[in-house]
């Protein structure tokens, strides 16, 4: 989209997409790491003024109405902390108004230690990093949601050194459309050094086949945030209302669990099917997730993966998570697999029925292609 200079704009329908996908994940994310942790921050960088045009929330907002859900639930109360950064002074202002009103509606707000700094999201990291290396302090495990307009002002060194604490994972928006027009101007190119870390990016926008560039582009990034230290990284594709890619947002973490609880917000926001929204991973090949998943997709890729291999179901289940598009893969693939004597368990207890995946620990052999 174009950077608006009026301080709200309109909420467009795969902005709303992204919207309901954070606040699943944060429904998810609060009460799992806040009943385990004595202190757990949400970074919203580019935080935004709090509301639409239209009235809707923006994401500082998404994220408290979902945090007020868990205030008086044990161990939740005062340990999450709310960081908004957001420089421009209006919008900055209006974002702090729309908390204030929160706060004054319902008191169980004032629970959330909810704060708004107008800084660059640059100079805003830099001296959080600063403060917790003079206090010798570890980052609390922290979400960060990283939502700008453009390119410029996100140094990679950042995500380096938000993944260098344990726990903490990363929503990162990059505007994909924007880079894919500007990337032969020389003031956009030091952005992108920048973004990327280097000048990896190069090669991957030089690819002359539309497609295979965004692929190649989503393949970098991706492995550009496993670099960093993240340890899993999903991308998903956010497209226009003329079907066209606008944005890709990558989700990035050192946590099984949190990659789940991602999925699982994805899922839902796509089978809804209101938005003109797709999920594709790439790590081999795009697929998009409607109503009616591809579970034959799902099948070539466990064959291909795994053809000939004997493996614990803790290794399916781990690579079905981590590269691939889907969430679920039991009854949906590997019962058809077994039936069709494409898999076999190994040594199964003899009370296991086939078709019924309990036991993470049980071998299964895939049946080499003949
Ligand atoms: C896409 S909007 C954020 C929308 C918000 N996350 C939401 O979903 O409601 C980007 C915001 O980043 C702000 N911004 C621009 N440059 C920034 C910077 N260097 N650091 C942090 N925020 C910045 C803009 O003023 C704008 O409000």
């Given at each position: 989209m174009t950077k608006p200079r009026e301080p709200l704009w309109e909420l467009e329908p795969h902005t709303a997409a992204k919207h309901e996908i954070l606040r699943r994940y944060l429904k998810g994310w609060i009460p799992k790491l806040g009943s385990r942790n004595r202190r757990i921050v949400y970074i919203?960088?580019?935080?935004?003024?709090?509301?639409?045009?239209?009235?809707e929330d923006g994401s500082p907002i998404i994220a408290l109405k979902v945090a007020r859900d868990y205030v008086g639930r044990p161990l939740v109360d005062q340990q999450l902390k709310m960081l908004f950064i957001e420089p421009d002074r209006e919008r900055n202002e209006r974002l702090k108004s729309e908390i204030t009103a929160l706060r004054a509606s319902d008191l169980?707000?004032?629970a959330i230690g909810a704060v708004t700094l107008q800084a660059e999201y640059a100079a805003a990291m830099e001296s959080l990093w600063a403060s917790l290396e003079a206090s010798r302090s570890m980052l609390a495990p922290t979400f960060a949601f990283v939502d700008p307009f453009?390119?410029?002002?996100?140094?990679y060194e950042h995500l380096v050194k938000l993944f260098h604490y344990p726990k903490t994972e990363l929503l990162i928006n990059m505007m994909y459309e924007e880079m894919n027009r500007f990337r032969g101007t020389a003031e956009f190119q030091k952005h992108l050094d920048s973004f990327f870390g280097g000048p990896s990016w190069k090669a991957a926008f030089a690819v002359a086949d539309r497609n295979e560039r965004r692929r190649a582009v989503i393949d970098l990034f991706k492995r550009r945030l496993l670099e960093a230290g993240a340890k899993y990284v999903q991308a998903f594709e956010m497209r226009n209302d003329r079907n066209q890619t606008d944005y890709l947002l990558f989700f990035g973490t050192q946590s099984e669990v949190g990659l789940e609880v991602m999925k699982q917000a994805m899922w839902k926001v796509d089978s809804?099917?209101?938005?003109t929204f797709s999920d594709h991973t790439y790590s081999k090949g795009p697929m998009l997730i409607g109503?009616?998943?591809?579970?034959g997709l799902l099948r070539r890729q466990l064959l291909e993966r795994f053809a000939g291999e004997v493996v614990p179901l803790s290794e399916i289940r781990i690579f079905v998570l981590a590269?691939?598009?889907?969430?679920?893969?039991?009854?949906?693939?590997l019962k058809l697999l077994e039936s069709e004597g494409w898999l076999d368990a190994v040594?199964?207890?003899?009370n296991r029925r086939k078709g019924?995946?309990?036991?993470?620990?049980q071998l299964f052999k895939f049946i080499a292609k003949p």
């Amino acid at each position: 989209m174009t950077k608006p200079r009026e301080p709200l704009w309109e909420l467009e329908p795969h902005t709303a997409a992204k919207h309901e996908i954070l606040r699943r994940y944060l429904k998810g994310w609060i009460p799992k790491l806040g009943s385990r942790n004595r202190r757990i921050v949400y970074i919203d960088a580019f935080a935004g003024p709090g509301r639409y045009t239209g009235g809707e929330d923006g994401s500082p907002i998404i994220a408290l109405k979902v945090a007020r859900d868990y205030v008086g639930r044990p161990l939740v109360d005062q340990q999450l902390k709310m960081l908004f950064i957001e420089p421009d002074r209006e919008r900055n202002e209006r974002l702090k108004s729309e908390i204030t009103a929160l706060r004054a509606s319902d008191l169980a707000y004032s629970a959330i230690g909810a704060v708004t700094l107008q800084a660059e999201y640059a100079a805003a990291m830099e001296s959080l990093w600063a403060s917790l290396e003079a206090s010798r302090s570890m980052l609390a495990p922290t979400f960060a949601f990283v939502d700008p307009f453009g390119v410029s002002g996100l140094p990679y060194e950042h995500l380096v050194k938000l993944f260098h604490y344990p726990k903490t994972e990363l929503l990162i928006n990059m505007m994909y459309e924007e880079m894919n027009r500007f990337r032969g101007t020389a003031e956009f190119q030091k952005h992108l050094d920048s973004f990327f870390g280097g000048p990896s990016w190069k090669a991957a926008f030089a690819v002359a086949d539309r497609n295979e560039r965004r692929r190649a582009v989503i393949d970098l990034f991706k492995r550009r945030l496993l670099e960093a230290g993240a340890k899993y990284v999903q991308a998903f594709e956010m497209r226009n209302d003329r079907n066209q890619t606008d944005y890709l947002l990558f989700f990035g973490t050192q946590s099984e669990v949190g990659l789940e609880v991602m999925k699982q917000a994805m899922w839902k926001v796509d089978s809804s099917g209101a938005f003109t929204f797709s999920d594709h991973t790439y790590s081999k090949g795009p697929m998009l997730i409607g109503p009616q998943p591809d579970y034959g997709l799902l099948r070539r890729q466990l064959l291909e993966r795994f053809a000939g291999e004997v493996v614990p179901l803790s290794e399916i289940r781990i690579f079905v998570l981590a590269e691939t598009s889907f969430l679920r893969y039991k009854g949906e693939c590997l019962k058809l697999l077994e039936s069709e004597g494409w898999l076999d368990a190994v040594d199964p207890p003899p009370n296991r029925r086939k078709g019924t995946f309990a036991d993470q620990k049980q071998l299964f052999k895939f049946i080499a292609k003949p």
